[in-house]
C-alpha cells in the first residue's frame, strides 16, 4: 500500500511539473514565435524546426499549437503572410514580422527579462538562505 502512494504521490508532482511547464510555454509562445521570425520570413514547419534545433529540443511545439498562435498575430497586426507556391509542392504561407511585431517582440523581451532576472534572485537568495 505505501508503495502505491509514493507512486501516487511521485506521479502528481511529475503532472505538477509538466503543468507548469505547459504552462509557462503557453505563456511565452506569442514571444517565441516572434523571435524566431525576427531573422527572417519562415512558414510553419520551420519555425517548428527552428524551434526544436535552437534549443536542442528542449522546447517543442506541434502545428497544433503553433498556428493559433500564429493566426493571433496576424489578427494583432505583428506578423504578415503571404503565399508561396513552389513549382512541385504544395503552396506554404510564409509568416513576416511587421514593424508592430518588433515593437510587440522588444515589449515581450523586456518583460520576459525583467521575470526571469527577478526569479533568478529569487531562487538564489532561497538558496543563499539553508
Known amino acids: 500500500m505505501r508503495y502505491h502512494l509514493l507512486v501516487a504521490d511521485e506521479q502528481e508532482r511529475a503532472e505538477g511539473r509538466r503543468g507548469i511547464e505547459r504552462e509557462l510555454k503557453r505563456g511565452s509562445l506569442e514571444l517565441i514565435v516572434l523571435h524566431l521570425l525576427a531573422p527572417a520570413e519562415a512558414y510553419g514547419y520551420e519555425i517548428v524546426s527552428k524551434l526544436a534545433a535552437e534549443t536542442s529540443g ?8 503553433l498556428y493559433p498562435v ?61
Do not use: C, H, I, N
Request: glycine share 8%.
Open 58 to 65: 528542449a522546447l517543442e511545439v506541434t502545428d497544433g499549437t
Open 70 to 130: 500564429l493566426y493571433r498575430l496576424e489578427r494583432a497586426g505583428f506578423v504578415s503572410v503571404r503565399w508561396e507556391t513552389p513549382q512541385r509542392g504544395v503552396p506554404r504561407k510564409y509568416y513576416r514580422l511587421t514593424d508592430a511585431g518588433r515593437a510587440e517582440l522588444a515589449a515581450l523581451t523586456l518583460e520576459w527579462t525583467t521575470f526571469a532576472r527577478a526569479m533568478s534572485r529569487l531562487l538564489r537568495t532561497g538558496r543563499d538562505a539553508r
